[in-house]
Each structure stands twice: as C-alpha cells, then as structure tokens.
C-alpha cells in the first residue's frame, strides 16, 4: 500500500511523543504509585525541575529505539532481515560498558546478558532466548521499549510490524517480552490509517497466541475499564493486583508494564496529556511506558494532539541524544531522526528519498520544528531574541525559523545557536554516558540563507570549548549588511581554531542603529572534509569529542596510549558524512598482536583498516560481517619503532601507506563503504600516537 499523505508528519509526532514521554517519566523512574502520588501528586507536565534534574538526557529508551533500527540501513533495507543481522547492529554500535545499555551484568540486566551472548558469539535470537538466559531474564522489558520505530516505518501494515518487531525482540528477549513488542509495533503501525483505539488494540491481539499472558491482560484491563470507564485508578489497583511487580520476577517485568500502557490507552481516551498523566503517576518504568504511550498517540493524533495541552515541545526543542560507537549521530535532532526513519521506509518500498531543501542538516520544513536551534543565552549575547517556526515573508508555503530580535543598541548583539557537540550541561550527566563527536571540524563549509525584514548586520558563527573546557572560543565569518527583504546566502569555511572541539554554530546579529525586527532562517548545513590535526591540547575536553571503545586511554607520555585486553578496540573520531578523504598517524605498536589506523568507520565492526600485524605482515583489511583481507605483505616491524600510516580513500580505491610506501592499491566494489570516521586501532596489547591528520584527498 502506499504512503498516508501526512505520513512525514505523523512519524515526526510519533519521534517526538516517544522522546517527550521519556523525558516526562525519566526523573521518577522506578517510583511506586504511592509515592509519586505523596511527593508528585497527578503529573500533568515535565517535573525535572522539582526534582532538580535536568529534561534532554541520554536514555537507552531513545538510544535503542532510534539506533538498533539502523540495522535495516545496514543491510540495504532487507525486507527478510534476520535476527542475526540485529544482533550484529547491537555488536557493531553498542561500546560495551558505555553506551545505550543498563549495565546490570549477566542475570541481571537482560541487555546486558544478551550483549554479553553476543560477544560470545551465540547469535540471535539464541541470544536472547529462554534457554539461553531463563525465562525471567527473558521476559524483562527491554524489548518492548525499544519497538517503536519498527512501527513507524509499516505505515498501516501491522502484520509486517510485528514480524520485525518478533525479529528484533529476539536479539535479546523471548516469551512474552516478543508479544508485547509485536503488540506495541503493530498498534503503531495501525495507528497510520485507523483513529480508534479499541481498533488498534483488537488488530495487534490478533498477532499473537490468544492464550498468551500478554493477550489474557489485554482482554483483562479492557474488561476492567468498561466496568468503570472514568476510574483509572480503580484499573491501576486491578493490575497492581493481578499483574504487578511482586507476581513477576527480575528488575523490570514487561507484564505489570504492558497493563499500564493499556490502562493509559483506555482511561486516557485517546488524548496526549490525559494518558501521559495516567501511565506515568501510575508508576513502575516511567520513562519507557511514558515513551512508547507518547509515541503511540503522536502517531495516531498527530502533531495536533501533541499541541492540544501544554507546551510540550518549547523546552524540548526538538533535541535528543544517540551515544554509540557512530559518534557523529549523537547529536541529533527529532527531525533529522524522523528523516532517518521515513527514508528507510521508502527504500522497503523501493521509493527514492527525501531530502528536503537538497538535503540541508537544518531545513525546518515540518510544522513547528526548530531543530535544536535556541537563544544563546552568553553574557556576551546582550541582545534579545527568541526563535520559533513560522514560513518566509510573502511565501506561507515555504518553511524557515523565525528570528525575532530586539534592543540591537550599539554594541549588542543577538545569537541563536544550535548543538554541535555536548554542551557543558550535558558532559557530566548522570545516568547513561554521552559518547558524542563533534558534527562539524575546521575546515568544513557552513551554508546558510537568511532572508531579513528589516536593516540588521548579520554572520555566522561557531563557539568551542577553550583551554579551560569553558565554552568561550568564538569565531564568526565576516558580517554582511542586510536591508530589508533582502536575500543572503552564507558560504564560510570554519578556520582552524586554537581550542577544542567545536560544540555550537548558528547566527549573531548586530545593529548600530538599534530597532528590532525578524531574520528568517531558510536552512543551515555544512560539507566537506575536514582539515584538521587532533592531538592533546589543553583541558581534558578535547578527550570527550573521542568515542573511547578500548579497555584503557592514557596520556602516559603520548596523547594516545591504547590498551586492549582482548579483541580489537578502537578510538573513533568524526562522521558517517565524511567519504573522500585522506587520514594519517604516527603508530608505535608495543607488546600488541596488530596495530593501525581505520578510516569509513561506521562503528565497531564496520570499517577499513591498515594494521601491523604480530606475524611481521601489513594488512588491509575490511570489517563487515567479519574480518576481510584486502590485501596482506610481508612487512617486517619492531616494537616500540614508530611508523607513519596513512589511508587515502576515493570512491571505491583505498590506497594504504606506510612510511611513504604504497602497500595496497585496492577497489572495492562489493558493498563498500562509502563514509564515516577514522579511528586508531588497538588489538590485544599496547599502541601509542602523537597526532591523527585528517584531510581532503589531494
């Protein structure tokens, strides 16, 4: 079947009521229903500030959902996408110890025991299974939480949804943790093309075994709610009886949870606040109930019920975190993510993307979208401004972000900004870790077009952290005058620049005349290839724009000493974006079985790499699906000798050099890599490097 004509649309809603109901129910996560009740009473909107806790934060509810669907991508949209496959999506993205997961331990976190299965090289969906981990392990409720997007790309195809969803599930999960995840993916699928809830819930009951645990307490709480349609709290105390934490063992059964999510949707009648209410003052896993509730009904009432209550989105603005070993997505936005997900729904489909407005990162062209970008709000910043959606003077159908300034006395000046890499709030947030890399690097161009209504001074800028890991490096293009109605496009490349890694951009403006008025924003982007040394500097921050996936990272001289234990570790900088491009170090291998530099990394095992190995031979090699050699010679090393590598990669040639020699000059045409990071590459032993140098390819 075709797409719903406002499918974009409704995957966005669905993107951001699965972020804002985590967000919602994450500062009382694990709370019992008595006491959110005594110290919360009904929650009605976000109380992080009550409870002293910051609202964007990392949280494997959104991490999981929005990375373990990148397996899809992976295999080219492979409509018979195994279980295995996803589990080596989890290998590859997830930084054991440090990324998306509760690191519980075996037994005791079911992520973490599936991981560990994994790694053992029990594949999917033995990992996850029953008899592998037991039946309590494997009914927790990580499978459920982590469904959604599987349903947002089956637009009004349930069926498909929960054959995914079973798929995906079972990486890690088994029993009635895989219904529950078939029922939560099929009703949002449903969602696309039906508006009623009880048909929602009667399509995915029939996708699973009628005498399911799951469908009895779907049929039960249904049952519960005609009885007294206006009492949640009477149902709450009917699951708490018969489906509650002390029936089900573990940490986080996915049976008492499902019954609240079908509580909310029955007692909430359909409306985004009213259930987000419901489900979370009724307690247990906030924050996942409240997300899959919030993407549901995102789904299914579109960004207008999103918009019915509170302002939901203003405090959010669109911004959300994805750490894994692809360190150049964690810094995202809702909308870029809804992109992710609609386009891979339109390549099962056999359809070409979309890429609004030729593909600019920051394009707002869904309704009220911002993207992250908000006032900056630096002492230097003396100016007033506010940002919000709205479309071009004169053109209502062409969406742009709407710069409201005022007070540009002489002297003032008004910024707004968005994220390009952790800001200072978010480098020791607790909870789950932050693995970022920055998304834009010295050297890149930054394009933008700006349309103002009145007579304003106007450039670009980016902002990175200094020598004190303060926020207080700035550096802008040259400014340009603006009249009014007049039309402007950016074109700047980002200098070199004395500090860390870059962490804002967006745009300052100035008037010496003072008066206020509106520049509309109609997109902000960057491209190319970064020019660009990383080496240690000042601060310890410039060790964050790092994704850390070795055992151990000392500055024991060298600013980059690397220790693995066991298996292959590497340390990644950069993004998927880059493709052409040449990368260099400086490698002294020590007691180490192979040592090296990767380039077109796309996570832990997806790459290109260049290595010495411990049998006094160079190998290229390309990881996917496994270890391919490229290309091997003999290349007699020492340890503790350093020797200058480098990778060029054009197209599908990778050339591989070592001390000005060419080793290899290799095409790979079949399912090549055509982007991503550069790491330093460390296997059972001890490396070290000055400087990596990444640059454009001459």
Known sequence: MGFPSDYVSRVYAGVLGKIIGVYLGRPFEGWTYERITDALGEVWY????????????????????????????????????????????WLNYIVEDRA??????????????????????????????MATNSRVVAEQIGAQIFIDGWGMICPGDPERAASFARRAASVSHDGEAIYAAQVIAAMEAQAFVCAEI????????????????????????????????????????????????????????????????HLALWHGEGDFQKSLMIVN????????????????????????????????????????????????????????????????????????????????????????SVQGFQPDEHPEARGVASVCHGSLPGDPSHPALCICYTHLARGRVA????????????????????LACPTLYPGQTVRARVVSTDSVDCRLYVRFYDAQDTLEG?????????????????????????????????????????????????????????????????????????????????????????????????????TREWDDYEVSADVTPHMVAAAGLAGRVQGLRRY?????????????????????????????????????????????????????QLLFDVEDTVRPLTGGAVALVCTEGRTATQAVTVRPVA
């Open 46 to 89: 976000y109380v992080h500030e009550r409870l002293g806790k910051p609202l964007v934060v990392t949280d494997d509810d959104i991490s999981g959902t929005f990375t373990f669907l990148r397996a899809l991508a992976d295999y080219d949209a492979d409509p018979d996408l195994t279980p295995e496959q996803i589990g080596q999506t």
């Open 100 to 129: 998306i997961l509760w690191w519980g331990g075996m037994g005791m976190s079911t992520e973490h025991t599936a991981y560990l299965r994994l790694k053992q090289g029990i594949k999917a969906p033995l990992s996850g299974a």
């Open 198 to 261: 009880p048909e929602l819930i009667d399509t995915a009951l029939a996708l699973i075994p009628p005498d399911a645990l799951i469908a009895r307490l779907i049929r039960d709480v249904r049952q519960w709610h005609s009885e007294a349609p206006g009492d949640w709290r009477r149902t709450r105390e009917l699951v708490a009886a018969h489906y509650g934490y002390d029936r089900y063992g573990g940490n986080c059964h996915v049976v008492p949870n499902h019954a609240l999510i």
């Open 281 to 368: 003052t009724c307690g247990w896993d906030t924050d996942c109930n409240s997300g899959n509730v919030g993407c549901l009904l995102g789904i299914l009432r579109g960004l207008e019920g999103i918009m019915a209550g509170p302002d939901w989105r203003g405090p959010v603005a669109d911004r959300l975190y994805l750490p894994t070993a692809d360190g150049g997505r964690c810094i995202t936005d809702a909308v870029r993510e809804t992109y992710e997900i609609v386009n891979l729904a339109r390549q099962l489909a056999g359809e070409p993307p979309l890429r609004p407005k030729e593909g600019a990162r920051f394009h707002f062209t869904l309704p009220g």
């Open 415 to 434: 910024r707004v900004a968005t994220r390009t890499f952790l800001p200072p709030e978010a480098v020791k947030m607790p909870g789950y870790a932050v």
């Open 474 to 574: 700035y550096v802008g293009s040259p400014p340009v005058s603006l009249s009014p109605r007049q039309v402007h496009r950016f074109e700047w490349r980002v200098p070199d620049i004395p500090g860390g890694p870059i962490a804002e951009a967006g745009i300052e403006l100035a008037s010496d005349t003072g008066g206020s008025g509106t520049l509309y924003l109609d997109y902000l982007t960057w491209d190319g290839i970064p020019e660009v040394t990383f080496t240690r500097r000042e601060g310890r921050i410039w060790r964050r724009a790092w994704v850390d996936a070795v055992d151990s990272w000392l500055e024991w001289g060298e600013p980059f000493r690397l220790v693995q234990n066991e298996g292959t570790g590497l340390l990644i900088q950069g």
């Open 608 to 660: 290109y790499a260049l290595l010495l190995c411990r049998d006094n031979r160079a190998r290229l090699v390309k990881a996917l699906d496994g270890d391919n050699v490229l290309g091997e010679a003999e290349f007699p090393w020492e340890f503790g000798l350093t020797y200058q590598m480098s990778l060029r990669l054009l197209g599908t040639r990778i050339q591989a050099y070592v001390d000005g």
